[in-house]
Nanobody
Framework: QVQLVESGGGLVQAGGSLRLSCAASGRTFSSYVMAWFRQNPGKEREFVAGINWSGTRTYYADSVKGQFTISRDNAEKMLYLQMNSLQPEDTAVYYC????????????????WGQGTQVTVSS
């Protein structure tokens, strides 16, 4: 069983930064591919960034490349998303997910999700 708890969301002005955190339970966190997705009301959950088990490989949606950075601390069982130069279009609920295998960018590849944290960027 895995539990994921996100934190760090909030209201920020355009151009600002936020760092999201995802705390994981379970003994084998270091074995999992992890990712961040985001979702707005009435829209599908979309891939933002993913990271392999060791943290040596990262993947980003084109819309956030160069702007967001995903990282992990396996010793602390933590996943992070550093978000810089935020814009109103980055407003969404952000979710961390644990992969069960498959494409990084597909929600079907993830079997556990956190409850989400709201990020709101004002113009």
């Amino acid at each position: 069983q895995v539990q994921l708890v996100e934190s760090g969301g909030g209201l920020v002005q355009a151009g600002g930064s936020l760092r999201l955190s995802c705390a994981a339970s379970g003994r084998t966190f270091s074995s999992y591919v992890m990712a961040w997705f985001r979702q707005n009301p009435g829209k599908e959950r979309e891939f933002v960034a993913g990271i392999n088990w060791s943290g040596t490989r990262t993947y980003y949606a084109d819309s956030v490349k160069g702007q967001f950075t995903i990282s992990r601390d396996n010793a602390e069982k933590m996943l992070y998303l550093q978000m810089n130069s935020l814009q109103p279009e980055d407003t969404a609920v952000y979710y961390c997910g644990k992969s069960r295998g498959g494409s990084y960018a597909s929600t079907r590849s993830y079997d556990y999700w956190g409850q989400g944290t709201q990020v709101t960027v004002s113009s």
